[in-house]
């Protein structure tokens, strides 16, 4: 299994610009997560999925940020319009509900300029 | 492909010799731990888990301890590699939940 891929790896955006951050979890996991990564802030879970329903939200840091998993493999983070504080590692990870460890991606390196 | 910050507690320690890395989570009722390493450019990599009912775990050149009574979880390697050189967390499952919570991390430096 090529593990859970993320892409873009790197994006560089001008604020106000929409950006769109794509996930591919493992075959066969059932849950998916999406974290947020900063020096100041450390990881914050954003937002979860189990069998492609979001089930905690509570973590997207305002309406500029949407999630969607429209099938069990594949998900997507977008931010509309992008900031410059939105500047970050985002790391999507994906799991076996039941088996409790996740695996995560490499990771997107957005930067908003 | 930089992941974490400048201002980490940072670990360092000659090479061979043991390392100890240590965390204190938040809630009491929390009930699965887990470490993951990550190192430059990568994401969080799983290194090892216990559960709270449990008080140590060992690996293959790991051992994670937990306590309970003041909340608190350490890792130790035994015979620090160069590349055991990363950053480490520690992550609480809280209760009647999925998700994990991690902690700030640690990094850790190994000196040849």
């Known amino acids: 299994d090529a593990g859970v891929i993320q892409s873009p790896r790197h994006e560089v955006t001008e604020m106000g610009q929409e950006v769109t951050l794509r996930c591919k979890p493992i075959?066969?996991?059932?849950?998916l997560f999406w974290y947020r990564q900063t020096m100041m802030r450390g990881l914050e879970l954003l937002i979860y999925?189990?069998?492609?329903?979001?089930?905690?939200d509570s973590g997207m840091p305002e309406d500029r940020f949407s999630a969607k998993m429209p099938n069990a493999s594949f998900s997507t983070l977008k931010i509309q319009p992008s900031e410059p504080r939105d500047s970050a590692v985002y790391f999507c990870?994906?799991?076996?509900?039941?088996?409790?460890?996740?695996?995560f991606g490499s990771g997107t390196r957005l930067t908003v300029v | 492909g930089e992941s974490v910050g400048l201002h980490l507690p940072t670990l360092s320690v000659q090479e061979g010799d043991n390392s100890i890395i240590n965390c204190a989570y938040s809630?009491?009722?929390?009930?699965?731990f887990i470490w993951y390493k990550q190192e430059s450019g990568k994401g969080p990599q799983f290194i090892i888990d216990?559960?709270?009912?449990?008080d140590k775990r060992q690996g293959q050149r790991v051992t994670v301890l937990l306590n309970k009574t003041v909340k608190h979880l350490s890792l130790q390697i035994a015979a620090t590699q160069p590349g055991d050189s990363a950053v480490y967390f520690c992550?609480?499952?809280?209760?009647?939940?999925?998700?994990?919570?991690f902690g700030p991390g640690t990094r850790l430096s190994v000196l040849p």
């Open positions: 992550a609480e499952r809280l209760p009647r939940g999925q998700n994990f919570v």
């Open positions: 990870a994906s799991s076996l509900k039941g088996n409790y460890g996740y695996t």
């Open positions: 216990i559960r709270s009912n449990m």
């Open positions: 999925f189990n069998n492609n329903v979001p089930i905690d």
């Open positions: 809630n009491s009722a929390s009930d699965y």
């Open positions: 075959s066969g996991h059932n849950s």
